[in-house]
Every structure is written in structure tokens, then in C-alpha cells.
């Protein structure tokens, strides 16, 4: 076996060694073991008659003749951890290293690596530094967005590493592009894998496997993904699937959207369970249309990937479509109604309002229909002008009664497309055809562009349009004479679109085909029920409106092109198509990362791969732990030999073993507390043993120090939770402490604690939480709470804040202090009784020192919270000005620290010119 570089260990078990060598000297023990039993010899005896004179004497000290084994065994076993310490023993040693070439790194960075991406960075990072001491060249691939591979220095590849992150993707490259992007040197191959099965895997390892080594890295968990939701039989149905059949597993899938005042929220929750041995669960739920119509993402809750998304579309979503129509009157022809035609292809997919105009616009629908309405009174035309302008769209069908009637003839009508000519074109009429006339090709920038034209459509009669120099821009479908067949213009947010012919078979064949409800479709008329086939989107173009990326982020495409409509669909995604909703016309449709045909298989290796889990065991050295235990052993050796030998009495054996032992766990927990509440500014707040309200205070006073860190010229570390038992509080300026009706109630040396703390110059920050529906005071249960934690404390008078008080200009200028609930009362130290305002001042000279508490219930930790991506945890009231009020508090916890820090600094005069100009006095 060949020597091991410096800082490479060779594995026996789960145990490495830097030094193993070293081992060498165990065998010397046995032989070490022996010579100590046989010396010293034992005594020859002779006989002295002289030695009766010492019968009687007692010496002092006495040495035994031969070592006692417990003893020997004792030094045995000290001699054996020192030897196997100096070996430099190694816990879970790192094994990534492999070679001495050139190293790729290959990572899939497909959403399924999203979960665990930070594991992954840690793995790319312990495999550059070994090559940096290696003196190793390295270069890295992504499969999901390959580039040429070119080797470079591994301290120059390290400093790329930041700006790695996942795809929203998978891996779409094959075999030969990939061995286009390989240098022909050789190199060894490290693979980070996803861990789904995918049918490139088996090419791309026997590839790696010819440049060199390969070693394979994946996760030891499921992938888990959702698929598109679908509205079947009046219910949503959620289905997640999984990479391998495993055990029951539930899961909690998330409904986001916004409520009616347009603010993002949480909508309702919903539980998945997979039954043991399945890959996929379905779960239905039953959702009204109202709040369909507001759901922009479903969400598993606490998994970080874009699979773990579906984006909702219009497929969820029915329209509702108003039909009103000229006549209803022709009892028993039912295939002469004019609505007919226009129910039969609506009525599967949209919600169908029909009525008087002046009942239906107040449900403001999404679409409205009218079939051979020619004449409108003037405030139904005000009205329904109204509505177009805000963005509806308005059908028109032409029939006898707009043929005969005198609009859009002189001049354009509002709500007309086109102006129109009088008597309309009728076989056998003035203007006779002769024979019925077919549909042209649809032109390029028409909506209907793409559509199949059948040759059993034609049209018989029409309303002509008036020729004019808008009508050929307006024209999105004609006869194959060039005559217009339907007409469109856009007004204000809206459209008006003019069918020329009937709703029903009176003047055309139309409404008898396929081709009806596909034009209705490509107007947003109806929204199909689940994805559309592959062909209905050929000749359009489609705008992403929000994409994701690889953790499951919803971001804003403003910068991204158009897609066309026969890629939508069907081409795989990438950096042209990424997922997420994309529009074209009033129509939403959503390309989702798991599709419905999409299966998720765990990754297949080829025999002999080897492949080892990307989350190991922390490396953990032991040659410390036992050197110390050698030390330890000999140090009781030391004891042992001289109580046998006599030298050692009563209390010297005990302060020997207080020597020893002393040390305890205890000591080393408090010097890592007290180090990491020095090193910088730090806020603490109480632990209240109440798992929730703990993580909600550390969570606030983390965005407070975020705050603080931008805005000031504060710098805090971390906050850290403080038990009042056991920790020291004079490290922390300010103590948060949430009252909670459970919480313990200190002990005596607790409050002693406390009360030295409080009368040293720190601040504790009651916040009872219950402002929304109890003041200040013991009107609620954490109010008694506070009064019982309370009064043990040494507590100054207190009064409602002053509006002079220094706590209102510290560093923002305020008078109202709202966190999650907006209560104005908060109670501080009392102002002297002869306190007075200085002529000239705007305030008196209030609080020499900081108050020592301040008290309140507004739940400022809930509205100062963010998560460690930086997020907000808890909604504050509504849209903008519930924004408005989490900046408030804020700049409450901001004047709250820098009074801490400051005390009565801003009530200097000083700073009377600046904050009389601040004032506007």
C-alpha cells in the first residue's frame, strides 16, 4: 500500500487514519505487558539475626514488590490511546478525492437538486480544497446548461461557486453533444447526481468511465413533485407523485392566491397521503369558483423545488360569458335560436349568464355576447362602453335585425369594429355570390392563425363591411373573395370583435363545425377543461408573464421572449421555454415542471458504478479526545502510585480528584455562551419554553439586527435565546421577553439577575401580545401573567409614553409604535415630577438614563420576522398599508436600540435645530 500524502487518511471502518503507521507500536504492548510482570524480581531471602532489632518500627513509605495488574493494566491502556492518537484517528473521514489528474465535476443541477442544494455546494467545496492541495486542475459541467469544458486552476473555479444554483429543468442534453463538450485528455469524473432516472445515464457513465475514475454522489431520500392540478367532476384533484414506492407518507400541499383586497395569501391547505408501496396520491378538493379564480400556485409545503410547484392556469378557471340575444321568441325551433349554437359550445367550460343587459353588467362578466343585438338604449351603450374600456370582451353577431338597422352606417359606431354597408350579401340578392363562399387561410397575425379551415364551412349571407382605411388592419378572418367574415378593434382595455354572420345556421355552416369552438377558444371566449392538445395552439405566440427558477421562486419575465404555440406544449424545457404562465391574447396557460405524463423513477446505475450518498457523517477528529485520555490515565496513574505507596492522605486525594474531574461540560457550554454573546452586539430575547413563540422572538430580532445592519452603523450578530437560570445577561443591551400564559415562573436567583441587570443600565422589552383585544393592563391572561412575572422586579414608576419622550426621535421621528396589532399604549419610566420644558425646546429634559423597561402587546417580534432567505413570516394588515405599518415597527425597534445604546443623547440641545427643522416649527 502506498504512503498517504499529508492530510489523506487510510480507512479501516468508519475510522481513518492521517498516520496509520503509528499503529505499529500496539504490537510492542503485549511484549511491554510481560517485561512489567517479571520486574522488579522477586527478593532472595537470607537470614540476619539482626533484623529482630527492627520488629515493631513502621515505615512510611512502603514499596510493593511487584506491580499491581489493575495498575499495569491502567498504563497499558494510556500507553494505547497515546499511540493510537498520535495516529491521527479520523471519525467519517472524507474520502472525495480520487486521482491525481485534472477533475470534472458533473452536477445534473436540475430542480430535483434544489432540496438539497447547500449539501451540494458543501461536497463541490471539500472537493476543490483537496485539489488545491493536490495541486489539481478542475473544471465543472452542468448538465441541464452544458458549456464547452475547459480545465483551470481550483482556486479560480471556487470563486465561481456563488453564482451556481439549480435550473428549473432537467438535464436534456445527449451522449454525442456531450462528448463534443469533453477535452481528449483524460481526467477523473465526479458526479453529483439528482437521482432520477433518466435514459442518458447509462451512455454518459460508460463516457466519464473511459476518461478515468468515476465516483457518483446522490441523495439518499425520494424526489417528490407535484402534477399539474385538474378540474374534474366539480372538485380540484392534487396529485404528488414520488420517485420510488416507500412507506405511508403524508405531505401538505399549500393553496396560494390572494384575497379579495389583492394581497398574497395562503388560501387553505390540503393533506396528500401516499399509501405504502405507491408513487402517486391523489387528494380532491372542493373549491367555489369565486375562489378558483384567485389560486396562482399550489405548493408542497417545506420542499424548496420547482417540482414541488404547479402554477394555476385558466384550466381551473370557468368564465363566465353573458348571452343576450335580439329575439327569443320562436317557440319550439330551437335550432333557430340564436343563443342555441352558442350554448352548446359554452356550456361545458364557462359559467353562462343570460338576461336583460342592465341585470347582467353589475355581475361584470368576463365575456359578454350579443347575437343580432342592433339597437342599444343610451345608457346601456354608456355602460357597456364602460365595461369594454376596463378590459371585457364584447361578441357581436350579426342577423336580420342588424342587417335592417341604421348602426355603424354613416359613422362608426363605439361598439362596432367596423362601419357597415346597408342591406347586407345574400345568394340570389343584388349582390348575389352565385354560390356560397369558403373561409381563406387565417393570415399570420390573426388569432385564428393555425386553425384546420373545413371544406363543408361556408357562408350563404353577411353583413358587409364599409370599406375604410382601418378595416384591412381590422380584419382577423375573410371569405375566400377577401370579403371580412370577422372584425376586431380594441377599446380602452378591451375588444369588440363582429362576427358577420349569425350565431345560428341561417347564414352559414359555421356554427355546425369544430371550427365555432375553436374560434370562440382562440377569443378567450371559453376555457377549454384541462391542457389543450398539442395542434389547437399552432400560429400563436405566447408572452410569459412569471417564470420559476430551480427553488420554486415565482419571478416576474418581463425580459424574456415570446414562445410560439406549437412549442408550448410539446418542447422540452430550457433556458427558451422555463416554466411558468405564459398569456397570449386573455388566455392564460401554464407549462409546469412535472407534466401528466411525467413519471419520476429512481436513477438506474450501470453494474460496477460507484456510487456513495451525498449527505455523509461530519468528519470528526478523535486524536484530541484521546491524547486527553491518555493524559487523564496517566494523571490517576501518577495518583494510584502514591496512595500505594503512602504519600497520599485524605483531603490532598480529594483536592487531586476535584483537579481531575473538575472540568465539567457545564464550564465549556458557559465560555461558548458568553463568547459568542461578546464577540458583537447582540439581542437576546427570553426563552419561554413555548417552541412557537421561542422561534417567533429569535425570527424578529433576527429582521430587527437585519434592519439595524442597513440602516445604522449597528453591526449585531445573531440573536440568541437567553435562559434566565442559567445564562448571564449582562452581555445583551436589550432582552425581548414575550409573555405567554405558560411560561415557568423564575427562580429566586433568577430575579436577582434580573434586578442587577435592570439597575446596570439594560432594557427589557415586555410585549404581552395581546393588543388586539386587551389593553395594557390585567384585562387579559398574559396581562396577569406580566403582573405576576413582574412584580419581584425592581421596576421604576411607570406612564404612558410622552410625546417628548427620547424614545420618539432616537434615530426616526414617530408617535405611533404599531407591530403586528396597532394598540397606542406603551409604558415606560415615569418623568421626574419637576421635569419642565425649556424655553426653546420643543421637549423636556425627560429620562437621564434608559428606561429600564419598556412595556407593550403590539407582538413586535411577529412583525419584525423574516426567515433566513430574508422573507417575512407573519402578514401585517392588508396591501400597502399593511407594509406601511411593518415599517413602523421597525423604526420602533431601531429607536428602541439606539435609546439602549444612546440613552438621552437626542435630548442634547444640540440637536434642537435639526429636529425643530424635522418638525416643520
Not at 361578441?395 to 354613416?410: K, N
Not at 429569535?698 to 449585531?716: C, D, H, M, N, V
Request: hydrophobic letters at 45%; charged letters at 20%.
Amino acid at each position: 500500500m502506498a504512503a498517504p500524502r499529508f492530510g489523506e487518511t487510510r480507512m479501516i471502518g468508519a475510522i481513518g487514519f492521517l498516520f496509520p503507521w503509528l499503529l505499529l507500536a500496539l504490537l510492542a504492548l503485549p511484549i511491554l505487558w510481560i517485561i512489567l510482570r517479571v520486574v522488579p524480581p522477586a527478593p532472595i531471602r537470607r537470614v540476619f539475626p539482626g533484623v529482630t532489632l527492627l520488629l515493631g518500627l513502621k515505615d512510611e513509605e512502603q514499596t510493593s514488590d511487584r506491580t499491581p495488574w489493575w495498575l499495569l493494566l491502567l498504563r497499558i491502556i494510556a500507553l494505547a490511546a497515546l499511540i493510537i492518537g498520535l495516529a491521527g484517528p479520523v471519525l467519517n473521514p472524507r474520502s472525495d478525492e480520487i486521482g491525481r489528474g485534472p477533475v470534472l465535476i458533473v452536477m445534473d443541477a436540475s430542480w430535483a437538486s434544489a432540496p438539497d442544494w447547500s449539501a451540494r455546494m458543501a461536497l463541490l467545496n471539500r472537493v476543490l480544497d483537496d485539489a488545491v492541495r493536490a495541486d489539481r486542475t478542475a473544471a465543472f459541467l452542468s448538465l441541464s446548461a452544458p458549456e464547452q469544458v475547459t480545465f483551470q486552476a481550483a482556486t479560480e473555479l471556487q470563486s465561481t461557486l456563488a453564482g451556481l444554483a439549480p435550473k428549473a429543468w432537467g438535464p436534456s442534453i445527449n451522449n454525442e453533444t456531450l462528448a463534443t463538450l469533453l477535452p481528449e485528455q483524460s481526467f477523473d469524473t465526479i458526479w453529483v447526481s439528482d437521482e432520477l432516472n433518466r435514459e442518458m445515464r447509462s451512455d454518459m457513465t460508460a463516457l466519464f468511465s473511459e476518461k478515468g475514475a468515476l465516483r457518483v454522489f446522490a441523495p439518499e431520500r425520494e424526489t417528490i413533485a407535484l402534477a399539474p392540478a385538474r378540474f374534474e367532476g366539480g372538485v380540484t384533484l392534487l396529485e404528488a407523485r414520488r420517485s420510488f414506492a416507500g412507506p405511508t407518507r403524508s405531505v401538505q400541499v399549500d393553496v396560494h392566491g390572494s384575497d379579495p383586497s389583492g394581497a398574497a395569501r395562503i388560501l387553505t391547505r390540503a393533506d396528500i397521503t401516499f399509501e405504502e408501496g405507491a408513487k402517486i396520491a391523489v387528494q380532491d378538493m372542493s373549491l367555489p369558483a369565486e375562489l378558483r379564480a384567485r389560486i396562482t400556485h399550489f405548493a408542497i409545503s417545506g420542499v424548496r423545488s420547482a417540482g414541488a410547484i404547479t402554477l394555476s392556469d385558466d384550466s381551473l378557471r370557468r368564465r363566465e360569458v353573458a348571452l343576450i340575444a335580439g329575439r327569443e321568441d320562436r317557440e319550439g325551433l330551437e335550432l333557430l335560436s340564436p343563443l342555441h349554437y352558442l350554448r352548446q359550445a359554452l356550456q361545458p367550460n364557462a359559467e353562462l349568464l343570460e338576461g336583460n343587459l342592465v341585470d347582467i353588467l353589475p355581475a361584470s362578466p368576463d365575456v359578454m355576447i350579443l347575437a343580432d343585438v342592433a339597437t342599444l338604449a343610451p345608457a346601456e351603450e354608456a355602460e357597456l362602453t364602460e365595461w369594454v374600456e376596463a378590459g371585457g370582451l364584447l361578441v357581436r353577431f350579426a342577423g336580420s335585425r342588424l342587417a335592417a338597422s341604421d348602426v355603424s352606417r354613416a359613422s362608426e359606431d363605439t361598439l362596432m369594429p367596423v362601419r357597415l354597408r346597408a342591406g347586407g350579401r345574400t345568394v340570389g340578392g343584388a349582390m348575389s355570390w352565385g354560390t356560397p363562399k369558403e373561409l381563406a387561410p387565417f393570415s399570420e397575425d390573426s388569432p385564428f392563425f393555425g386553425l384546420a379551415i373545413s371544406a363543408d364551412v361556408n357562408v350563404s349571407s353577411q353583413v358587409m363591411a364599409q370599406p375604410d382605411p382601418t378595416l384591412a388592419a381590422r380584419v382577423i378572418a375573410e371569405l375566400s373573395d377577401g370579403t371580412p367574415l370577422v372584425t376586431r378593434k380594441f377599446l380602452g382595455e378591451g375588444q369588440v370583435v363582429l362576427f358577420h354572420v349569425t350565431a345560428n345556421a341561417e347564414w352559414s355552416s359555421l356554427p355546425l363545425s369544430g371550427l365555432f369552438v375553436n374560434m370562440l377558444d382562440r377569443l378567450a371566449i371559453s376555457s377549454l377543461a384541462g391542457t389543450p392538445q398539442e395542434g389547437d395552439l399552432d400560429g400563436t405566440t405566447w408572452k410569459p408573464l412569471r417564470v420559476m427558477d430551480g427553488f420554486g421562486r415565482i419571478l416576474e419575465a418581463d425580459t424574456l421572449t415570446g414562445v410560439a404555440g406549437e412549442e408550448l406544449l410539446s418542447a422540452p424545457l430550457g433556458p427558451d421555454l422555463q416554466p411558468g404562465l405564459y398569456e397570449s391574447a386573455a388566455r392564460k396557460i401554464a407549462r409546469n415542471v412535472i407534466a401528466a405524463d411525467t413519471d419520476l423513477a429512481e436513477a438506474v446505475w450501470p453494474t460496477g458504478t460507484e456510487v456513495q450518498p451525498l449527505q455523509t457523517h461530519e468528519e470528526t477528529p478523535l486524536g484530541g479526545i484521546l491524547l486527553s485520555i491518555a493524559l487523564a490515565l496517566l494523571m490517576l496513574d501518577i495518583v494510584a502510585s502514591l496512595a500505594m505507596s503512602g504519600r497520599l492522605r485524605g483531603a490532598i486525594a480529594g483536592i487531586g480528584t476535584v483537579l481531575l474531574f473538575g472540568l465539567t461540560p457545564a464550564d465549556a457550554q458557559q465560555d461558548s455562551f458568553a463568547l459568542a454573546a461578546s464577540s458583537e452586539l447582540v439581542l437576546g430575547h427570553i426563552i419561554t419554553r413555548d417552541t412557537a413563540i421561542d422561534n417567533t422572538a429569535k425570527a424578529g430580532l433576527r429582521g430587527l439586527s437585519q434592519t439595524l445592519f442597513y440602516r445604522t452603523s449597528i453591526e449585531p450578530s445573531d440573536p440568541i435565546g437567553v435562559d434566565l437560570e442559567t445564562d448571564e445577561l449582562a452581555f445583551f443591551p436589550l432582552l425581548y421577553w414575550p409573555i405567554t400564559q405558560s411560561q415557568p415562573t423564575p427562580s429566586a436567583n433568577a430575579y436577582a439577575k434580573l434586578n442587577e441587570y435592570l439597575r446596570s443600565g439594560g432594557m427589557i422589552l415586555f410585549d404581552t401580545r395581546d393588543a388586539d383585544i386587551a389593553r395594557f393592563g390585567a384585562a387579559s391572561p398574559n396581562g396577569r401573567k406580566l403582573q405576576t412575572l413582574a412584580a419581584p422586579l425592581d421596576i421604576p414608576p411607570l406612564e404612558p409614553l410622552p410625546q417628548d419622550h427620547v424614545l420618539t426621535r432616537t434615530f426616526y421621528l414617530l408617535q405611533d409604535f404599531p407591530g403586528r396589532h396597532t394598540a397606542r399604549d406603551l409604558w415606560v419610566e415615569a418623568a421626574p415630577k419637576d421635569a419642565e420644558r425649556i424655553e426653546g425646546m420643543p421637549f423636556r429634559n425627560l429620562n437621564d438614563g434608559v428606561s429600564p423597561v419598556v412595556i407593550g402587546g403590539n407582538d413586535w417580534a411577529a412583525a419584525w420576522a423574516i426567515d433566513r432567505r430574508g422573507n417575512t413570516v407573519f402578514p401585517i394588515g392588508r396591501g400597502f398599508a399593511g407594509e406601511r405599518q411593518r415599517e413602523l415597527a421597525y423604526r420602533f425597534g431601531v429607536n428602541l436600540v439606539m435609546h439602549v445604546l444612546t440613552g438621552n443623547y437626542k435630548s442634547d440641545q444640540v440637536h434642537v435645530p435639526a429636529l425643530l427643522d424635522r418638525l416643520g416649527q
